[in-house]
């Protein structure tokens, strides 16, 4: 299937599928006023891949802002993600934040405890 | 004395003002907005912990106020920009605050008190769970809020939700919400 590439903007991040990698890598800002719209292909996309998965798919998060209407559909992304775990598929989130932004790390443990996919806290230091 | 919107906004814009803006809260108008207090507060030299809590609290802010303020407020005897809405920015001691600003129609005010009196009730921890209640349980209204953004607002800022309602005639009432980061 075609690979997901969506360039960032200043209000939403980029969205990239690196086969080779098996990785699925979301960074940047999600601040956008729809966000549903913004992350519907994102979606669309993870369906689609769910079909047919590789045996591992690495998902690496690494957002400097998201707003509150991203979180629903991030949440719903990660609920994709389970599904392909649950059907015996190796999918692991890395969930990259800025050195001591706590309130970062925070929103990653609150996907943590709601999602049953195993998740890697990655502080960047500069 | 009914409210005044004149005297209202001159006295919120005083002190150590950051930004100060009425008018139409649009997209566009977000993205200005932001770009503009990120360099302030780069410029100030603001660590880069408050900064950041600075910038979400006005995200949520901002779009909370685009997403509820009224396209026409009938009955409103001001000249006033379709989607009026206000945001001060000030520097305030140790503080930054945020006030946001809006006609609110009198048959929302009971909502949106007991809903900030429910938030200014609750602990860290509380707002955290309630935090992730809404997240996993309600969906995303068409209007694209979650009913999340005063909860985040409140957990990202540490501080109590301070408000006001100033009644404006029988159908409007002026909704002033500060909060300090």
Same mark, same amino acid.
Do not use: C
């Given at each position: 299937?075609?690979?997901?590439?969506?360039?960032?903007? !200043?209000?939403?991040?980029?969205?990239?599928? +690196? =086969?080779? *990698?098996?990785?699925?890598?979301?960074?940047?800002?999600?601040?956008?006023?729809?966000?549903?719209?913004?992350?519907?292909?994102?979606?669309?996309?993870?369906?689609?891949?769910?079909?047919? !998965?590789?045996?591992?798919?690495?998902?690496? +998060? =690494?957002? *400097?802002?998201?707003?509150?209407s991203s979180s629903k559909c991030i949440l719903d992304v990660f609920k994709k993600l389970e599904a392909i775990h649950k059907s015996k598929h190796d999918v692991a989130i890395n969930w990259y934040y800025e050195e001591d932004d706590e309130d970062m790390l925070e929103a990653g443990e609150d996907y943590e405890s709601i999602i049953r996919i195993p998740f890697k806290m990655i502080e960047i230091v500069d | 004395m009914s409210f005044n919107l004149k005297e209202y906004y001159s006295n919120l814009s005083k002190g150590d003002v950051i930004l100060a803006y009425k008018g139409s809260i649009t997209s566009e108008l977000i993205n200005d907005i932001l770009e503009a207090v990120e360099k302030k507060?780069?410029?100030?030299?603001?660590?880069?912990?408050?900064?950041?809590?600075?910038?979400?609290?006005?995200?949520?802010?901002?779009?909370?106020?685009f997403h509820h303020i009224e396209m026409?407020?009938?009955?409103?005897?001001?000249?006033?920009?379709?989607?009026?809405?206000?945001?001060?920015?000030?520097?305030?001691?140790?503080?930054?605050?945020?006030?946001?600003?809006?006609?609110?129609?009198?048959?929302?005010?009971?909502?949106?008190?007991?809903?900030?009196?429910?938030?200014?009730?609750?602990s860290k921890d509380e707002l955290k769970d309630m935090y992730k209640f809404i997240l996993n349980h309600q969906k995303l209204s068409a209007k694209g809020g979650g009913g999340l953004g005063l909860v985040d607002i409140a957990r990202k800022s540490g501080n109590k939700l301070e408000y006001d309602f100033y009644q404006y005639n029988d159908d409007y009432y002026f909704f002033n919400l500060t909060i300090s980061v």
């Open positions: 299937m075609e690979p997901i590439n969506i360039e960032s903007t !200043p209000k939403t991040p980029s969205i990239k599928f +690196i =086969q080779e *990698e098996s990785v699925i890598e979301i960074k940047g800002r999600s601040i956008p006023e729809n966000s549903i719209e913004f992350y519907k292909p994102l979606v669309d996309w993870l369906e689609e891949y769910a079909r047919d !998965p590789l045996k591992k798919t690495v998902v690496n +998060i =690494q957002l *400097e802002y998201f707003n509150t | 507060l780069e410029e100030a030299d603001a660590d880069s912990k408050l900064r950041k809590k600075i910038y979400n609290v006005l995200v949520e802010s901002l779009q909370n106020l026409a407020h009938e009955g409103i005897q001001e000249e006033l920009d379709p989607k009026f809405g206000i945001l001060v920015i000030i520097k305030d001691g140790e503080f930054y605050k945020v006030t946001t600003g809006n006609f609110v129609n009198a048959k929302r005010i009971k909502f949106l008190k007991e809903k900030i009196d429910k938030i200014n009730t609750l």
